[in-house]
């Protein structure tokens, strides 16, 4: 979990017939156009600082066929280890439940964050943009509650701190118990690819 590529607020939407909605997003840290594809709700470009509209608009639409194959295979292929489409519907209640959980422990805590997204990462249980967006795995819902809980406020703590400095453990025993060190090493025994259970 570590602090994730720094943002601007600067957004834009583009609004595709079949694709749906794609967010334009510039990034200080991007060097190329990319696209995320994580939901119908979820499709992103990342655009370098200055990087032309139009022609991010005219790159975007020229793949709105891979779009639309992306989100296929997304409602059709499941992450790793869960099938049927009860699961995906599992899948969106647990980061629905994650969404709340996330806004109630930051206001218990006093930060607040820009926004937040939850998809599914092969190797990252979450991370926070230099604009304060939280990036959240689903497979977090299905850990055991005390972990969850560490892994949502650890997030929330880069909002303050976006290392893992001395001071940023410090920040974050003062919500864990002091047992920030402790929670670390018991979620190394689980795999953020594959909900746990």
Known sequence: MTA??????????????????????????????RLIVQSKKTIEAILPVGYPRQKAVAFIQ??????????????????????????????????DFLAVRLAQLAQQIGLAY???RIGFQKTKWGSCSGQNRIHLNVAIAFLPAHLRDYVLLHELV???IKNHSPRF????????????????????????ARPPG
């Open 62 to 95: 020229s793949k709105e066929k891979w779009i639309y194959k992306q989100l296929h295979k997304l409602q059709t292929c499941p992450p790793q280890g869960l099938v049927g489409s009860s699961d995906i519907e599992q899948l969106h209640k647990k980061a």
């Open 4 to 33: 994730g590529a720094a943002e601007s607020a600067s957004a834009d939407v583009l609004h595709l017939p079949q694709a749906g909605r794609v967010q334009m997003v510039v990034s200080t840290r991007a060097r190329h156009l």
């Open 158 to 160: 880069h909002i303050q």
């Open 114 to 116: 820009s926004g937040v």
């Open 169 to 192: 453990w410090t920040a974050l025993d003062r919500h864990v118990d002091g047992q920030s060190r402790a929670l670390a090493k018991e979620l190394r025994r689980y795999r953020p």
